[in-house]
């Protein structure tokens, strides 16, 4: 009977362990299924033939607003559509959690810092995060016009929430995305995220 329940735990662990897995750089990203913060279901196939930045955000956090409120992150989606790339911020935060921003209020406060994503979407119960595998805000993540996943990580160099550290550190993903759209394979296709833990409904 022990020996069973111990069974039963190990295939339950790598049950989970399965459904939590995050896609590596390479393989193909996983179809999201989202309402955007007007109510409209987006999909991230309807882009497929163009590049696409996956952006894991949450207002209450320290390192988001790092980016956010010295400019950084609008700069870089400046740079992104520049090159024809969509921007598809993504809030996994739960609805229940102290850090959770209705949907008009998260637009709103995204447009007060001149953020132009394509679309934001809600991801209350956290499909699209556990899919991804997303840890953190901010984690960012490229995918290619055939739907290939091609970066992975951080948005810089510099794991810290200082916006002091931003014009010595190296951005991962405006560098992947210069690289990616000019032919070229990216030099730092995975790189480790840094931020605060998504929270995720339990």
Same mark, same amino acid.
């Given at each position: 009977?022990?020996?069973?329940?111990?069974? !039963?735990?190990?295939?339950?662990?790598?049950?989970?362990? &399965?459904?939590?897995?995050?896609?590596?750089?390479?393989? &193909?990203?996983?179809?999201?299924? !989202?309402?955007?913060?007007? =109510?409209?279901?987006?999909? +991230?196939?309807?882009?497929? =033939? %163009?590049?696409?930045? !996956?952006?894991?955000? /949450?207002?209450?956090?320290?390192?988001?607003?790092?980016?956010?409120?010295? *400019? /950084?992150?609008?700069?870089?989606?400046?740079?992104?559509?520049?090159? =024809?790339?969509?921007?598809?911020?993504?809030?996994?935060?739960? %609805?229940?959690?102290?850090?959770?921003?209705?949907?008009?209020?998260?637009?709103?406060?995204?447009?007060?810092?001149? +953020?132009?994503?394509?679309?934001?979407?809600?991801?209350?119960? =956290?499909?699209? #995060?556990? &899919?991804? #595998?997303?840890?953190?805000?901010?984690?960012?993540?490229?995918?290619?016009?055939?739907?290939? !996943?091609? $970066?992975?990580?951080?948005?810089?160099?510099?794991?810290?929430?200082?916006?002091?550290?931003?014009?010595?550190?190296? /951005?991962?993903? %405006?560098?992947? +995305?210069?690289?990616?759209?000019?032919?070229?394979?990216?030099?730092?296709?995975?790189?480790?995220? $840094? *931020?605060?833990?998504?929270? $995720?409904?339990?």
């Amino acid at each position: 009977m022990l020996l069973r329940r111990a069974l !039963l735990a190990c295939v339950s662990l790598a049950l989970a362990a &399965a459904v939590h897995a995050a896609p590596a750089v390479g393989q &193909a990203a996983p179809e999201i299924v !989202l309402k955007d913060a007007a =109510g409209q279901t987006v999909k +991230l196939s309807d882009y497929r =033939g %163009r590049y696409v930045v !996956l952006e894991w955000t /949450n207002p209450g956090c320290p390192f988001v607003r790092k980016h956010y409120d010295s *400019g /950084n992150m609008a700069a870089t989606q400046q740079d992104a559509a520049a090159r =024809g790339v969509v921007w598809l911020s993504v809030n996994s935060t739960e %609805r229940d959690s102290g850090d959770y921003v209705e949907p008009k209020k998260l637009v709103a406060w995204q447009k007060e810092r001149k +953020l132009q994503s394509t679309a934001t979407l809600m991801d209350e119960e =956290g499909v699209a #995060g556990h &899919a991804y #595998g997303a840890r953190t805000t901010p984690h960012m993540y490229i995918v290619d016009p055939q739907g290939k !996943l091609v $970066y992975a990580g951080g948005i810089d160099s510099i794991a810290s929430s200082s916006p002091a550290d931003i014009p010595r550190a190296v /951005n991962y993903v %405006r560098q992947g +995305l210069a690289e990616a759209t000019a032919g070229k394979p990216i030099t730092n296709a995975a790189t480790r995220p $840094y *931020g605060c833990s998504i929270k $995720y409904k339990s």
